[in-house]
């Protein structure tokens, strides 16, 4: 039987919906985060606003207490970036990705010359052993005790290849610039899983991001090949067809009609929604993504109009009137503009409660 076609405009719908972009949906912020698979938290504010516009009615003190508990951990993860991740998902997907960060060694060059790994990797868990430290601690020990290897990579292959995650602090945003780091079994009181097995990493791929392909998922993780694994889950996946492009799912995913309306949403910097597909011609035109993946590797705060990016947002305080700023890649019709007021209006008062009053003002089309 040949695969199902998918429009652009379904394939648009079905990832929505697995990333609690249609509806709000009231679930515990652990159980969120995991929905997502994860989010990316390369700085501390972005996953409590991408919580906020997927949970109806979002406190941050409920992210806060999920930190402090240990429930969702920050950690690196995924692309060898710091990601949010429930506590079991870090020791469940903490070994399968280790390839990865492992791979991503290769950016220290000339720096790593005479770093042997095994002896400095022991040290740095002796150190970490003792307490929680920052990497400005860690890597002035590692380099009282290897003051021939460079300082830098002493740090980075701790961070690589050492399983630690954030300790989170009073902080706003429950993280300083300089966060503290603890050894996962210790913070955690277990261990990361030992197995290997990338399937069920795939599986919740396809869950949080589906319908998908082989150079997608591997986009999300870095892993790769990943393309033997799909393949030994085929019988159990759902295949389809956009294009020449052939996208996997599970079974019983989600996947609403296009005709199914997306309300306009607020996404925070770095939001996986853009970052987890080799294809991203589902969320946002290529035309456009140079408005929004930076040269220096940032990624801008978006927002969604039915359902694509239609342009970046920021949010800034002066006394007592906090402005959030539309910055759209085409001219707002009257209709969205009303709309995208309704919706940031309330994110403006989360992202600055201090503020008195709030605005939402669109600058011309970028």
């Given at each position: 039987?040949?695969?199902?076609?998918?429009?652009?405009?379904?394939?648009?719908?079905?990832?929505?919906?697995?990333?609690?972009?249609?509806?709000r949906e009231p679930l515990p912020v652990g159980t969120a985060?995991?929905?997502?698979a994860g989010m990316q938290a390369q700085d501390p504010r972005p996953p409590f606003v991408g919580l906020w516009t997927r949970i109806p009615d979002?406190?941050?003190?409920?992210?806060?207490?999920?930190?402090?508990?240990a429930q969702v951990v920050r950690a690196t993860s995924l692309r060898g970036t710091l990601h949010l991740l429930s506590a079991r998902d870090y020791l469940a997907w903490r070994s399968p990705l280790q390839p990865v960060l492992s791979a991503g060694m290769s950016v220290l060059g000339d720096r790593a010359e005479g770093l042997e790994l095994e002896p400095v990797l022991a040290?740095?868990?002796?150190?970490?052993?003792?307490?929680p430290r920052t990497f400005n601690e860690i890597r002035g020990l590692l380099q009282e005790r290897f003051p021939d290897v460079n300082e830098r990579a002493l740090g980075f292959a701790t961070r690589m290849c050492v399983p630690l995650v954030m300790v989170p602090t009073e902080d706003r945003w429950s993280f300083p610039r300089d966060s503290r780091f603890a050894l996962a079994g210790e913070r955690l009181g277990a261990e990361p899983d030992p197995a290997d097995?990338?399937?069920?990493?795939?599986?919740?791929?396809?869950?949080?991001?589906?319908?998908?392909?082989?150079?997608?998922?591997?986009?999300?993780?870095?892993?790769?090949?990943?393309?033997?694994v799909i393949e030994q889950l085929r019988d159990e996946l759902v295949v389809f067809k956009v294009g020449r492009r052939e996208l996997f799912?599970?079974?019983?995913?989600?996947?609403?009609?296009?005709?199914?309306?997306?309300?306009?949403?607020?996404l925070p910097e770095f939001d996986n929604l853009l970052l987890s597909h080799a294809d991203r011609t589902r969320v946002i035109a290529d035309e456009h993504r140079g408005q929004v993946f930076t040269k220096n590797l940032r990624v801008r705060a978006t927002f969604l109009l039915d359902g694509v990016v239609a342009g970046t947002w920021t949010v800034e305080r002066k006394r007592k009137l906090a402005t959030l700023?539309?910055?759209?890649?085409?001219?707002?019709?009257?209709?969205?503009?009303?709309?995208?007021?309704?919706?940031?209006e309330p994110l403006a008062r989360f992202v600055e409660p201090e503020a008195e009053d709030v605005e939402v003002v669109a600058e011309a089309p970028a």
């Open positions: 039987m040949a695969p199902e076609t998918l429009t652009p405009r379904a394939l648009n719908r079905a990832t929505l919906a697995r990333q609690l972009l249609l509806e985060v995991e929905r997502l979002f406190d941050a003190d409920a992210l806060r207490q999920a930190l402090a508990t040290a740095a868990r002796e150190l970490l052993a003792d307490h097995d990338p399937r069920e990493l795939v599986r919740r791929y396809l869950a949080a991001f589906g319908p998908a392909s082989v150079a997608d998922a591997q986009s999300w993780s870095f892993l790769k090949p990943l393309k033997p799912d599970l079974p019983d995913a989600p996947r609403p009609g296009e005709d199914v309306p997306a309300p306009p949403r607020f700023r539309l910055v759209p890649f085409a001219k707002l019709t009257k209709a969205s503009l009303t709309a995208l007021r309704r919706e940031g």
